[in-house]
């Protein structure tokens, strides 16, 4: 998945929120420790660094969801950081994003803090972010999510 076709499935499935360009997304990608899982509908932003690894975005096409895809990601998202040598995965949501907390919270996220007024939404409002966390196991067992 190229820098543009990512900025187009987040295009789409940010609804309320302002989408990454494909320049954030490129310049993204050259730093390090970066990566891009991707899947031809959807995608996964993960840097891994001194033990820790965060979402960066995180992005399934909306005609697409609720298909697996989102928890495919995920997993090979938490397969790479263990990979790397993570040991905790972090995100930030947006907190009015009550599907998405919902899919993370189902999959070992708790909440860790509150950035306030993180999120530049479309029409110019602000949201908080969540941040969440959760361990990677050192093995791939039962706490890898699978649904």
């Known amino acids: 998945m190229t820098p543009a ?6 295009d789409r499935a940010y609804v309320d929120m302002r989408p990454w360009s494909e320049a954030e997304i490129a310049r993204t990608l050259d730093t390090p420790h970066v ?5 031809p509908q959807g995608g996964l932003l993960l840097q ?3 033990g820790e690894a965060e979402i960066l975005a995180f992005a399934v096409d909306p005609a697409a ?4 895809i989102a928890t495919t990601l995920l997993t090979r998202a938490i397969a790479q950081a263990r990979q790397e040598g993570a040991d905790r995965l972090f995100l930030e949501v947006a ?6 907390r919902a899919f993370y919270a189902a999959r070992g996220f708790a909440q860790i803090g ?15 972010a969540l941040v969440l966390s959760r361990p990677i196991p050192l093995d791939p067992g039962p ?4 649904s």
Do not use: S
């Open 35 to 39: 990566i891009l899982l991707a899947h």
């Open 95 to 100: 907190a009015a994003n009550v599907p998405a």
């Open 65 to 68: 969801q609720r298909t697996g």
């Open 143 to 146: 706490d890898t999510p699978t």
């Open 5 to 10: 076709a990512f900025a187009q499935v987040m």
């Open 48 to 50: 891994t660094i001194a």
């Open 114 to 128: 509150k950035r306030r007024a993180y999120y530049t939404l479309r029409d110019g409002r602000k949201d908080d």
